[in-house]
């Protein structure tokens, strides 16, 4: 029976993936929706963890089963495509998931978290699916309900001080102007039934007064409203744009480590378009409602037929709008999604342009950002096809509804029914309540879709803050040893452990270096020792206090460190040493480059410590950035200091000078390294073995 209801069957809402390894989790999320399980991906998210390379078949049937859906996997040909029950999840280009929502044997609707709704022919698909899709049907056991965490407007764009008290200046200012409005027809049918008609005089002087009057208060109140305006939108620009950078600082390093750069900044700047709609559409949509109702009850008066014919085309203009509105939403959507793409393929382009070059590989990659333009110029074409279908479409009705506005005003005049100057208001009126009504739906329609950039921004908004950044532990920590307590660690649930019952300690002021093979877990390990990640299992201690309940932001208050990933930031290079202090020391930048062995090539250079350095553009070689790095992480004054491979671009002989240096120095320091030189200048080693178990061993001989 299922087959033959499929054309009936509500279309699938599309929920797109936000991290770049969750396909799989946005589909679940679309087909759970789709039966009854109001879900979204925050919910999934926080149930079932995703790793950075995301979920395999099995993972998803795992889930599916958490869901009350039952999983059926298959191996198919083509052909068989149309025999599937929808929707199913297919598997696509060998690293993607899609969802599979009807197919006729010619076509087929797809729904692809990564790009949006499509429909594509089946030799277009037979390029991209494997041949693997995964049936899923509700359980008996299957209950409707919510778990999707609404959005409060509150939480997305935070306390704006004064907003209110603006918004009603707009509306009062607003309803001043629009009084104004009302007035100047009134005063034309005046001015053709007294003035012309009886050849009045005196009264045309009046009336011509009395325009001029209201075109001058209307230009003033209008440039005053859009004073107004423009305050209110600067001021809500930048609090909410504050607000939620502030918000993303405060979240955990993984959030950023499973999206792509460029879709995080789209994102991010949905800010700027909620801000123009809340500043201005909202205001103008209440008065757009207020003022239909007023001038509706004036053109009554005048006559209820013609009142008919413009109250029936303001509806069939609602009627033509909602047609239409669904497949713009996915437009836009497709649209918005795609122009992240293309955002992200330029910076890693920009970020990777020496790499690029050195390879020749700039056809491809250039290549690659014309195809994802063409994505978005693609989708930009089915909007604009949407609004000029349905700009032709309001124009005809328009027509006609002037036409018979006309007609039927005309037969009213010869019949003495209406004046002149009452047909000329009326048809004034008409066109008012005619734009007050497309205008009152077109903000509605706007507004409705706002959803999709406040979805796309509440992905940052709605994402838990970094959790134990403030501790419970208010004492005096006795020192600065840490106790690294049988941790275990893996990115989610099914996937193999990085580190499995992991422990050892370092007394307060001693050396250690971790070593083992490559890709056995020692960034994984520093990352939990610096309290980046959370553990499994286990805790990490310093001072016999769990850091968690230290709290981060007092713990990493004590530890400098230097990372495999660390950037320089825009700025002079002693800002970078200071980390842009605003009481920052010129001797005490010094002191920490000298002993980064950097301070001599610093004064030689033009500009000294004044030199501009940053992420990019920077003549900067790559142990030099190591060497400031090295004195940014000195200049804290650390009690514990954590290096992971700060040495790997240095010579040998600079790479004794700084191992002496931090050899001597009177803190606790962790040291991640390959070099034997560096493992040699530890006291005590740490060797992580494939399985991510820690053996310690006493001499760096050991170390090989």
């Known amino acids: 029976m299922e087959r033959l209801r499929l054309g009936l069957r509500r279309r699938i809402e599309f929920i797109a993936q936000n991290e770049a390894s969750e396909c799989g989790l946005a589909c679940l999320a679309m087909i759970a929706r789709h039966h009854g399980h109001d879900t979204d991906l925050q919910a999934l998210r926080r149930r079932f963890p995703n790793s950075l390379v995301g979920s ?48 006729d044997g010619k076509r087929a609707r797809l729904l692809d978290p990564a790009h949006g709704r499509r429909t594509l022919p089946l030799h277009e698909v037979s390029k991209h699916f494997t041949g693997v899709a995964l049936e899923l049907v509700r359980k008996p056991q299957f209950r409707k309900l919510s778990e999707r965490r609404k959005l409060p407007w509150r939480s997305l764009i935070g306390h704006v001080t004064g907003l209110k008290r603006a918004l009603l200046q707009v509306l009062m200012l607003s309803v ?25 005089r005196d009264l045309l002087g009046l009336i011509m007064m009395g325009m001029v009057f209201a075109f001058v208060f209307q230009s003033v109140v209008g440039a005053l409203r859009s004073w107004v305006v423009l305050w209110i939108s600067t001021l809500m620009k930048v609090q909410w744009s504050s607000n939620a950078f502030s918000h993303l600082l405060r979240l ?30 909202l205001v103008e949509s209440v008065l757009d409602g207020a003022m239909l109702v007023l001038t509706l009850a004036f053109i009554y008066h005048y006559s209820v037929s013609l009142t008919v014919i413009t109250v029936l085309t303001v509806a069939a203009y609602a009627v033509l709008r909602w047609f239409t509105y669904v497949r713009l939403e996915e437009s836009t959507h497709s649209m918005l999604i795609n122009s992240a793409n293309v955002q992200s393929e330029m910076m890693e382009t920009i970020r990777g342009i020496s790499t690029i070059k050195l390879h020749n590989n700039g056809r491809q990659r250039c290549t690659r950002y014309t195809n994802a333009s063409v994505e978005v ?3 930009a074409i089915r909007v604009h096809r949407i609004e000029i279908l349905f ?34 208001a009326f048809i004034a009126y008409s066109e008012q309540v005619v734009a007050r009504g497309s205008s009152l739906i077109d903000k509605g329609i ?259």
């Open 252 to 281: 955990p390093v993984d959030f950023f480590e499973k999206r792509h750069m460029g879709d995080l900044l789209s994102r991010a700047g949905s800010v700027d378009s909620i801000q123009r709609t809340i500043s201005t559409r």
């Open 446 to 704: 706007e507004l409705r879709m706002l959803r999709l950039q406040a979805d796309r921004l509440s992905d940052i908004v709605l994402a838990t803050p970094e959790k134990h950044l403030e501790g419970k532990f208010h004492g005096t920590l006795p020192n600065a040893d840490i106790q690294v307590d049988n941790i275990s660690f893996r990115y989610a649930k099914g996937e193999r452990w990085v580190l499995l019952n992991c422990g050892f300690s370092v007394a307060a002021g001693e050396s250690v270096a971790v070593v083992g093979p490559s890709g056995c877990g020692k960034t994984t390990l520093v990352k939990l020792m610096l309290g980046l990640l959370r553990p499994s299992a286990g805790a990490i201690r310093v001072g016999g206090v769990d850091i968690r309940t230290l709290g981060l932001e007092r713990y990493r208050d004590m530890v400098g460190s230097v990372m495999q990933d660390d950037r320089l930031f825009t700025g002079s290079i002693a800002e970078n040493i200071s980390f842009f202090d605003p009481q920052a020391s010129e001797e005490r930048i010094r002191e920490v480059a000298r002993a980064a062995a950097i301070d001599e090539e610093i004064r030689r250079m033009p500009m000294g410590y004044d030199t501009r350095v940053g992420d990019m553009g920077s003549t900067l070689s790559g142990g030099q950035k190591q060497r400031i790095l090295l004195a940014r992480a000195l200049y804290r004054r650390p009690a514990i200091l954590v290096l992971d491979e700060a040495t790997s671009h240095l010579d040998t002989e600079r790479e004794h000078s700084i191992n002496q240096v931090v050899s001597a120095l009177p803190i606790t320091r962790i040291i991640v390294a390959h070099r034997r030189e560096t493992i040699a200048s530890a006291q005590r080693i740490v060797r992580l073995d494939p399985q991510g178990r820690a053996i310690e061993l006493k001499a760096a001989s050991h170390a090989a």
């Open 377 to 379: 110029a693609n989708s």
């Open 391 to 424: 700009a032709a479409l309001s124009k005809m009705t328009a027509g006609t509804s002037r036409i018979l506005t006309l007609w039927l005003g005309a037969r009213m005049v010869l019949d003495n029914t209406l004046t002149i100057g009452m047909l000329m």
């Open 176 to 200: 001043t102007l629009e009084v104004f409005v009302l007035v100047v027809p009134l005063l034309t049918q005046w001015l053709i039934d007294q003035v012309i008609a009886l050849a009045d």
């Open 56 to 103: 395999s078949l099995q993972r998803l049937m795992e889930i599916a089963e958490s869901l009350s859906l039952a999983a059926r996997p298959l191996r198919l040909e083509l052909e068989e495509l149309p025999q599937l029950r929808t929707p199913c999840i297919l598997h696509w280009d060998l690293n993607h998931f899609v969802v599979l929502e009807a197919c």
